[in-house]
């Protein structure tokens, strides 16, 4: 596993340079196939190499043993609305769940974290926005229990990035699109960089 990378600085008034001089990994390598999509191969890079960063590993990080087995699938921008969606995809193993063979409640709000954000990401690339922002709330319906050894298809789908505030919504369904089994509505805020500033 590579070592922890620090946070690279922006030098640039490009909002998402910070982004965009994340490394890649050998994990996040993207071929031009591997994620479907119209968004450019660059951005799927680069909101590839976010994920990575942001999950970052399990000596620094929370749920890192989780989020590294998460893979984006699928880009796909929408120009009118101006809206990302971000296919995601995980299996859950015996480390997700709880006593009865299900995901853990606490799992699946974990993975809607980084997943949601993965949509907001997408299109802050896209529009010239920064996407990033730290959870302001998170709103879960759990529709059906996930078993373990299901494959997770994660649906995030940008809502709106618009002054300080990201919204995104996310469904955690099974691999065909039969089963429902979390839906998620996420809130972040981008931090002021005024000192003293309260919400």
Not at 133 to 153: C, I, N
């Amino acid at each position: 596993m590579p070592a922890p990378v620090a946070a690279p600085a922006a030098t640039s008034s490009d909002p998402n340079a910070f982004l965009r001089a994340l490394p890649s990994s050998d994990e996040t390598q993207v071929c031009m196939g591997d994620i479907k999509g119209n968004a450019s191969a660059a951005d799927k890079q680069t909101c590839a190499n976010a994920l990575a960063f942001f999950v970052s590993t399990p000596a620094r990080s929370y749920g890192a043993d989780v989020g590294q087995r998460l893979r984006i699938r699928e880009m796909t921008l929408n120009e009118i609305p101006a809206r990302c969606e971000v296919v995601l995809e995980i299996d859950v193993t015996r480390d997700m769940c709880n006593v009865y063979g299900t995901l853990h409640g606490a799992c699946a709000a974990y993975i809607v974290d980084p997943c949601s954000v993965a949509s907001l990401v997408g299109l802050g690339l896209a529009v010239g926005v920064d996407g990033t922002g730290v959870s302001q709330s998170m709103d879960l319906t759990w529709h059906e229990p996930a078993p373990l050894g299901a494959t997770l298809r994660i649906v995030s789908s940008s809502i709106c990035v618009q002054g300080r505030i990201r919204t995104a919504r996310c469904e955690l369904w099974d691999r065909e699109y039969k089963k429902l089994f979390v839906s998620a509505v996420h809130s972040t805020v981008k931090p002021s960089s005024a000192k003293g500033h309260k919400l």
